[in-house]
Protein backbone atom coordinates (compact mmCIF):
# COMPACT_ATOMS: atom_id res chain seq x y z
CA UNK A 1 0.00 0.00 0.00
CA UNK A 2 2.49 2.88 0.76
CA UNK A 3 4.46 2.13 -2.77
CA UNK A 4 0.99 1.84 -4.32
CA UNK A 5 0.93 5.66 -2.72
CA UNK A 6 4.56 6.88 -3.57
CA UNK A 7 3.63 5.86 -7.33
CA UNK A 8 0.64 7.48 -7.63
CA UNK A 9 1.63 10.58 -5.80
CA UNK A 10 4.53 10.39 -8.28
CA UNK A 11 1.79 9.88 -11.16
CA UNK A 12 -0.07 13.36 -10.02
CA UNK A 13 3.33 15.07 -9.63
CA UNK A 14 4.07 14.55 -12.80
CA UNK A 15 0.86 15.52 -14.15
CA UNK A 16 0.74 18.64 -12.48
CA UNK A 17 4.07 19.75 -13.62
CA UNK A 18 2.21 20.23 -16.83
CA UNK A 19 0.78 23.23 -15.65
CA UNK A 20 1.65 25.68 -13.57
CA UNK A 21 0.67 26.85 -10.60
CA UNK A 22 1.31 30.36 -8.99
CA UNK A 23 0.44 31.20 -4.97
CA UNK A 24 0.73 34.78 -4.51
CA UNK A 25 0.06 37.80 -2.00
CA UNK A 26 -0.10 41.62 -1.88
CA UNK A 27 0.06 44.45 0.16
CA UNK A 28 -1.25 46.46 -2.37
CA UNK A 29 -4.50 47.91 -2.46
CA UNK A 30 -6.21 47.06 -6.10
CA UNK A 31 -9.65 45.44 -7.11
CA UNK A 32 -7.92 43.42 -9.63
CA UNK A 33 -4.22 41.37 -10.23
CA UNK A 34 -3.07 41.21 -13.83
CA UNK A 35 -0.85 38.07 -15.04
CA UNK A 36 0.38 40.05 -18.27
CA UNK A 37 2.82 38.51 -20.74
CA UNK A 38 4.32 41.17 -22.51
CA UNK A 39 3.99 41.25 -26.14
CA UNK A 40 0.92 38.64 -25.62
CA UNK A 41 -0.12 39.12 -29.32
CA UNK A 42 3.55 38.48 -30.87
CA UNK A 43 4.03 35.42 -28.45
CA UNK A 44 0.92 34.27 -27.89
CA UNK A 45 1.52 30.78 -27.17
CA UNK A 46 0.09 30.04 -23.36
CA UNK A 47 -2.82 29.00 -21.75
CA UNK A 48 -4.20 30.90 -18.87
CA UNK A 49 -6.98 28.86 -17.12
CA UNK A 50 -9.91 31.08 -16.25
CA UNK A 51 -8.95 34.13 -17.19
CA UNK A 52 -5.48 36.51 -17.00
CA UNK A 53 -7.38 38.49 -14.27
CA UNK A 54 -7.81 37.68 -10.46
CA UNK A 55 -9.40 39.44 -7.39
CA UNK A 56 -7.27 39.01 -4.27
CA UNK A 57 -8.99 38.04 -1.19
CA UNK A 58 -9.27 40.55 1.59
CA UNK A 59 -5.99 39.09 2.75
CA UNK A 60 -4.36 39.87 -0.67
CA UNK A 61 -4.53 36.37 -1.37
CA UNK A 62 -4.94 35.65 -5.15
CA UNK A 63 -3.62 32.81 -7.36
CA UNK A 64 -3.33 31.76 -11.37
CA UNK A 65 -2.90 28.53 -13.00
CA UNK A 66 -2.52 27.27 -16.54
CA UNK A 67 -0.12 26.23 -19.01
CA UNK A 68 2.80 27.10 -20.63
CA UNK A 69 4.97 25.48 -23.28
CA UNK A 70 8.08 26.42 -21.79
CA UNK A 71 9.68 29.36 -18.94
CA UNK A 72 7.88 32.74 -20.09
CA UNK A 73 8.23 35.82 -18.97
CA UNK A 74 5.45 37.73 -17.42
CA UNK A 75 4.77 41.01 -15.56
CA UNK A 76 2.14 41.34 -12.56
CA UNK A 77 0.10 44.44 -12.97
CA UNK A 78 -2.35 45.36 -9.92
CA UNK A 79 -4.89 48.92 -10.50
CA UNK A 80 -2.29 51.39 -9.92
CA UNK A 81 1.78 49.34 -10.63
CA UNK A 82 3.77 47.26 -13.16
CA UNK A 83 5.96 45.04 -11.21
CA UNK A 84 9.50 43.93 -12.54
CA UNK A 85 9.45 40.88 -14.92
CA UNK A 86 9.92 37.38 -13.56
CA UNK A 87 9.64 33.67 -15.04
CA UNK A 88 6.66 31.66 -14.80
CA UNK A 89 7.56 27.60 -15.75
CA UNK A 90 5.54 24.56 -15.01
CA UNK A 91 5.52 24.03 -11.31
CA UNK A 92 4.40 25.15 -8.09
CA UNK A 93 5.26 29.00 -7.34
CA UNK A 94 5.03 31.20 -4.81
CA UNK A 95 5.14 34.95 -5.21
CA UNK A 96 5.09 38.06 -3.13
CA UNK A 97 4.06 41.44 -4.48
CA UNK A 98 4.60 43.96 -0.98
CA UNK A 99 4.67 47.99 -1.04
CA UNK A 100 7.32 49.40 2.22
CA UNK A 101 6.66 52.00 4.48
CA UNK A 102 8.61 53.88 2.19
CA UNK A 103 6.45 52.78 -0.77
CA UNK A 104 9.34 50.83 -2.40
CA UNK A 105 7.87 47.86 -4.09
CA UNK A 106 9.54 44.32 -4.19
CA UNK A 107 8.84 40.98 -6.04
CA UNK A 108 9.55 37.66 -4.55
CA UNK A 109 9.41 34.47 -6.42
CA UNK A 110 10.01 31.26 -4.99
CA UNK A 111 9.94 27.62 -6.87
CA UNK A 112 11.15 29.00 -10.26
CA UNK A 113 14.82 27.51 -11.19
CA UNK A 114 14.68 29.41 -14.56
CA UNK A 115 13.40 32.72 -12.44
CA UNK A 116 16.41 31.98 -10.47
CA UNK A 117 19.13 31.87 -13.30
CA UNK A 118 17.19 35.06 -14.67
CA UNK A 119 18.10 37.25 -11.28
CA UNK A 120 21.68 35.55 -11.45
CA UNK A 121 22.68 36.64 -15.30
CA UNK A 122 20.52 40.34 -14.88
CA UNK A 123 22.95 41.03 -11.74
CA UNK A 124 25.82 40.09 -14.18
CA UNK A 125 24.86 42.26 -16.60
CA UNK A 126 24.03 45.25 -14.39
CA UNK A 127 27.43 44.14 -12.67
CA UNK A 128 29.26 44.62 -15.81
CA UNK A 129 28.07 48.93 -15.92
CA UNK A 130 30.93 51.04 -15.85
CA UNK A 131 29.71 54.16 -14.08
CA UNK A 132 31.37 57.92 -14.13
CA UNK A 133 30.33 61.38 -14.49
CA UNK A 134 30.07 60.97 -18.62
CA UNK A 135 27.49 59.35 -20.29
CA UNK A 136 28.30 55.72 -20.51
CA UNK A 137 24.66 54.10 -21.81
CA UNK A 138 25.99 53.30 -25.18
CA UNK A 139 29.27 52.03 -23.56
CA UNK A 140 27.35 49.73 -20.85
CA UNK A 141 24.99 48.13 -23.92
CA UNK A 142 26.95 47.07 -25.31
CA UNK A 143 29.30 45.55 -22.59
CA UNK A 144 25.73 44.33 -21.71
CA UNK A 145 25.49 42.29 -25.45
CA UNK A 146 28.51 41.58 -25.79
CA UNK A 147 28.37 39.45 -22.42
CA UNK A 148 24.53 38.43 -23.21
CA UNK A 149 26.56 37.06 -25.97
CA UNK A 150 28.69 34.61 -24.84
CA UNK A 151 26.13 33.92 -21.73
CA UNK A 152 24.06 32.01 -24.93
CA UNK A 153 27.20 30.86 -26.22
CA UNK A 154 28.03 28.69 -22.85
CA UNK A 155 24.22 27.58 -22.98
CA UNK A 156 22.88 28.02 -26.24
CA UNK A 157 19.02 26.82 -24.95
CA UNK A 158 18.75 28.85 -22.19
CA UNK A 159 14.99 30.29 -22.25
CA UNK A 160 16.13 33.03 -19.78
CA UNK A 161 18.78 34.54 -22.56
CA UNK A 162 16.40 34.59 -24.91
CA UNK A 163 13.79 36.46 -23.23
CA UNK A 164 16.23 39.74 -22.28
CA UNK A 165 17.46 39.29 -25.81
CA UNK A 166 14.14 40.10 -26.80
CA UNK A 167 13.47 42.40 -23.98
CA UNK A 168 17.27 44.49 -24.64
CA UNK A 169 16.28 44.07 -28.67
CA UNK A 170 12.82 46.14 -27.76
CA UNK A 171 12.13 47.87 -31.18
CA UNK A 172 15.46 48.69 -32.34
CA UNK A 173 17.25 46.54 -35.24
CA UNK A 174 19.29 44.34 -33.42
CA UNK A 175 23.31 44.85 -33.64
CA UNK A 176 26.38 42.83 -35.06
CA UNK A 177 26.30 41.06 -30.79
CA UNK A 178 22.46 40.39 -31.00
CA UNK A 179 22.91 38.68 -34.68
CA UNK A 180 25.54 36.73 -33.37
CA UNK A 181 23.63 36.38 -30.28
CA UNK A 182 20.62 34.88 -32.63
CA UNK A 183 22.76 32.35 -34.69
CA UNK A 184 24.45 30.93 -31.57
CA UNK A 185 20.81 29.52 -29.77
CA UNK A 186 20.48 25.66 -29.98
CA UNK A 187 18.43 23.99 -32.60
CA UNK A 188 15.82 23.16 -30.19
CA UNK A 189 15.46 27.12 -29.20
CA UNK A 190 15.31 28.24 -32.83
CA UNK A 191 12.90 25.62 -33.69
CA UNK A 192 10.13 27.04 -30.85
CA UNK A 193 7.29 29.44 -31.62
CA UNK A 194 8.72 32.40 -29.89
CA UNK A 195 11.96 32.64 -31.18
CA UNK A 196 10.20 32.09 -34.52
CA UNK A 197 7.66 35.53 -34.02
CA UNK A 198 11.05 37.13 -32.80
CA UNK A 199 12.18 36.82 -36.13
CA UNK A 200 9.25 38.10 -37.30
CA UNK A 201 9.24 40.74 -35.04
CA UNK A 202 12.59 41.66 -36.63
CA UNK A 203 11.30 42.18 -39.99
CA UNK A 204 8.47 44.50 -38.61
CA UNK A 205 10.89 46.51 -36.55
CA UNK A 206 12.30 47.65 -40.45
CA UNK A 207 8.16 48.51 -41.02
CA UNK A 208 7.87 50.36 -37.75
CA UNK A 209 11.11 52.34 -38.99
CA UNK A 210 9.86 53.01 -42.71
CA UNK A 211 6.22 53.73 -41.14
CA UNK A 212 8.08 56.69 -38.77
CA UNK A 213 10.09 58.37 -41.53
CA UNK A 214 6.96 58.14 -43.74
CA UNK A 215 5.13 59.83 -41.65
CA UNK A 216 1.31 59.01 -40.37
CA UNK A 217 -2.34 60.33 -39.95
CA UNK A 218 -3.93 60.62 -37.03
CA UNK A 219 -6.85 62.75 -35.68
CA UNK A 220 -5.89 65.90 -33.55
CA UNK A 221 -8.48 66.63 -30.38
CA UNK A 222 -10.75 68.50 -32.85
CA UNK A 223 -10.99 65.15 -34.55
CA UNK A 224 -9.47 66.83 -37.96
CA UNK A 225 -6.74 64.77 -39.89
CA UNK A 226 -3.34 65.81 -39.25
CA UNK A 227 -0.20 64.58 -40.60
CA UNK A 228 2.80 63.86 -38.35
CA UNK A 229 6.76 64.04 -39.56
CA UNK A 230 9.13 62.66 -37.03
CA UNK A 231 11.79 62.85 -39.09
CA UNK A 232 14.35 65.85 -39.28
CA UNK A 233 12.89 67.20 -35.78
CA UNK A 234 16.04 67.48 -34.33
CA UNK A 235 14.36 66.35 -30.82
CA UNK A 236 14.03 63.52 -29.14
CA UNK A 237 10.33 62.74 -29.09
CA UNK A 238 7.96 60.00 -26.42
CA UNK A 239 5.43 58.23 -28.14
CA UNK A 240 3.18 57.56 -25.18
CA UNK A 241 0.24 54.91 -26.45
CA UNK A 242 -2.84 54.93 -24.10
CA UNK A 243 -6.21 55.43 -23.27
CA UNK A 244 -8.65 57.83 -20.70
CA UNK A 245 -10.25 54.24 -18.27
CA UNK A 246 -6.09 52.88 -18.44
CA UNK A 247 -5.17 53.45 -14.68
CA UNK A 248 -1.75 52.44 -14.68
CA UNK A 249 -1.45 54.77 -17.92
CA UNK A 250 -3.08 57.71 -15.40
CA UNK A 251 -0.81 56.58 -12.88
CA UNK A 252 2.46 57.48 -14.94
CA UNK A 253 1.06 60.80 -16.08
CA UNK A 254 2.56 62.90 -13.57
CA UNK A 255 5.84 62.10 -13.69
CA UNK A 256 6.36 62.20 -17.61
CA UNK A 257 4.57 66.04 -17.07
CA UNK A 258 7.23 66.51 -14.56
CA UNK A 259 9.57 65.41 -16.98
CA UNK A 260 8.11 67.41 -19.94
CA UNK A 261 8.34 70.25 -18.03
CA UNK A 262 11.59 69.80 -17.62
CA UNK A 263 12.54 68.95 -20.70
CA UNK A 264 10.34 70.60 -23.09
CA UNK A 265 11.92 73.59 -24.09
CA UNK A 266 15.50 71.43 -24.58
CA UNK A 267 14.70 69.82 -27.73
CA UNK A 268 12.46 67.21 -26.56
CA UNK A 269 8.42 66.24 -27.41
CA UNK A 270 5.59 63.78 -26.45
CA UNK A 271 3.21 63.10 -28.27
CA UNK A 272 0.18 61.11 -26.54
CA UNK A 273 -1.38 58.89 -29.11
CA UNK A 274 -5.13 57.23 -27.52
CA UNK A 275 -6.65 54.59 -28.51
CA UNK A 276 -10.04 55.13 -26.85
CA UNK A 277 -12.97 54.13 -27.88
CA UNK A 278 -15.80 56.65 -29.86
CA UNK A 279 -17.87 56.52 -27.35
CA UNK A 280 -15.27 57.11 -24.49
CA UNK A 281 -14.03 60.54 -26.35
CA UNK A 282 -15.51 63.25 -24.01
CA UNK A 283 -13.68 60.99 -21.39
CA UNK A 284 -10.53 61.05 -23.09
CA UNK A 285 -10.61 64.96 -23.74
CA UNK A 286 -11.56 65.48 -20.14
CA UNK A 287 -8.65 63.54 -18.83
CA UNK A 288 -6.14 65.86 -20.47
CA UNK A 289 -7.60 68.60 -19.04
CA UNK A 290 -7.94 67.12 -15.67
CA UNK A 291 -4.36 65.96 -15.68
CA UNK A 292 -3.14 69.29 -17.30
CA UNK A 293 -1.10 67.66 -20.09
CA UNK A 294 -0.12 70.18 -22.48
CA UNK A 295 1.81 68.20 -25.28
CA UNK A 296 0.06 66.87 -28.37
CA UNK A 297 -2.48 64.68 -28.46
CA UNK A 298 -4.39 62.63 -30.95
CA UNK A 299 -6.89 59.78 -31.33
CA UNK A 300 -5.83 56.41 -33.23
CA UNK A 301 -9.18 55.92 -34.85
CA UNK A 302 -10.07 52.07 -34.42
CA UNK A 303 -6.50 51.74 -32.91
CA UNK A 304 -5.10 51.15 -36.82
CA UNK A 305 -1.77 52.64 -35.97
CA UNK A 306 -1.27 50.69 -33.11
CA UNK A 307 -1.27 47.90 -34.63
CA UNK A 308 0.97 49.25 -37.33
CA UNK A 309 3.36 49.67 -34.01
CA UNK A 310 2.68 45.82 -32.79
CA UNK A 311 1.54 47.89 -29.36
CA UNK A 312 -0.38 45.40 -27.56
CA UNK A 313 -0.14 46.48 -24.19
CA UNK A 314 -0.94 50.01 -22.38
CA UNK A 315 0.82 52.21 -21.94
CA UNK A 316 3.21 51.78 -24.63
CA UNK A 317 5.66 54.11 -24.96
CA UNK A 318 8.74 54.42 -27.80
CA UNK A 319 11.56 56.62 -27.52
CA UNK A 320 12.91 58.43 -30.95
CA UNK A 321 15.95 60.02 -31.65
CA UNK A 322 16.66 63.08 -33.40
CA UNK A 323 16.99 61.21 -36.59
CA UNK A 324 13.42 59.40 -35.97
CA UNK A 325 14.74 56.08 -35.24
CA UNK A 326 13.37 54.08 -32.39
CA UNK A 327 15.87 53.69 -29.60
CA UNK A 328 14.17 52.29 -26.72
CA UNK A 329 10.49 51.14 -25.69
CA UNK A 330 8.56 51.33 -22.60
CA UNK A 331 11.11 53.88 -20.88
CA UNK A 332 9.84 54.43 -17.30
CA UNK A 333 9.70 58.41 -16.16
CA UNK A 334 13.16 57.14 -13.70
CA UNK A 335 15.18 56.05 -16.49
CA UNK A 336 13.51 58.81 -19.32
CA UNK A 337 14.69 60.98 -16.64
CA UNK A 338 18.29 60.12 -16.43
CA UNK A 339 18.71 59.57 -19.94
CA UNK A 340 17.35 62.93 -21.28
CA UNK A 341 19.50 64.96 -18.07
CA UNK A 342 22.83 63.47 -20.06
CA UNK A 343 21.45 64.11 -23.60
CA UNK A 344 19.82 67.56 -23.26
CA UNK A 345 20.98 69.19 -20.07
CA UNK A 346 24.79 69.77 -21.58
CA UNK A 347 23.13 72.10 -24.29
Same mark, same amino acid.
Given at each position: ?? =?? @?????? *?????????????????????? +????????????????ENGISK???? $????? *????????????? +??????? #??? *??????? $???????????????????????? =?????????????? &????????????? #????????????? &? @?????????????????????????????????????????????????????????? +???????????????????? +??? #?????????????????????????????????ISIDRE????????????????????? #?????????????? =???? @?LLDPDG???????????????? &???????
Amino acid at each position: MK =YL @FIILLS *FQINAQQKKFFLQGNTNIKTDS +VWLIQPNAKIFNFFNIENGISKKPSL $EGKFK *FQGNIDYPTYFWL +VTDNTIS #DGF *FLENSYQ $ELEYHQNKDSRITLRVRGSKTNDE =YIKLRNVLKSAHIT &SIFDNTEVNDALE #DYILLNYIKKNPS &S @FVALWILIERFSNNKPNHYQEEALSSFSDNIKSTSIFKAFLNKIDDIRNFQNTLRDGF +VLKNMELKKEDIILKNKNQY +VLL #DFWFSYCKPCIYQMPKFLSIYEKYGTKNFEIIGISIDREKDLPNWKRKIVELNINWKNYW #DENSDFSRKMNVSK =YPTN @FLLDPDGNIIAQDVSPEKLDDYL &STKLMKK
